[in-house]
Nanobody, 129 residues
Framework: QVQLVESGGGLVQPGGSLRLSCATS??????????IGWFRQAPGKEREGVSCISSRDGNEYYEDSVKGRFTIARDNAKNTVYLQMNSLKPDGTAVYYC????????????????????WGKGTLVTVSS
């Protein structure tokens, strides 16, 4: 059974940093090809894909507004995926979700958000002074 559990959210001042973690079970140890990533939903807004990465080639996708500030990384030994967020802005306030699916590309998963069967419950990030 696949499980995704996010952690690392909290309150941070504008310009600050946070690192989110997504602990996985029953997934990253599977040799099948998978894609895993981070999504966020701000109050009153639609969910958007922030960053996704594929296991096949390590190709990374980033939403335009976070390029150069956010970094996605995998630690297969720890079955964990991270999202390092630097230079946070108030519009980064949202619930951040970890999600995964079999096959596809990081860009397709993050932009189309289709056929994603595995989701965590989310962790709240608040960027405010």
């Amino acid at each position: 059974q696949v499980q995704l559990v996010e952690s690392g959210g909290g309150l941070v001042q504008p310009g600050g940093s946070l690192r989110l973690s997504c602990a996985t079970s029953g997934f990253l140890t599977d040799p099948d090809f998978y894609v895993i990533g981070w999504f966020r939903q701000a109050p009153g807004k639609e969910r958007e894909g922030v960053s996704c990465i594929s296991s096949r080639d390590g190709n990374e996708y980033y939403e335009d507004s976070v390029k150069g500030r956010f970094t996605i990384a995998r630690d297969n030994a720890k079955n964990t995926v991270y999202l390092q967020m630097n230079s946070l802005k108030p519009d980064g306030t949202a619930v951040y979700y970890c999600a995964a699916r079999w096959q596809g590309t990081g860009q397709a998963m993050c932009t189309a958000q289709l056929n994603i069967p595995f989701w965590g419950k989310g962790t709240l990030v608040t960027v405010s002074s």
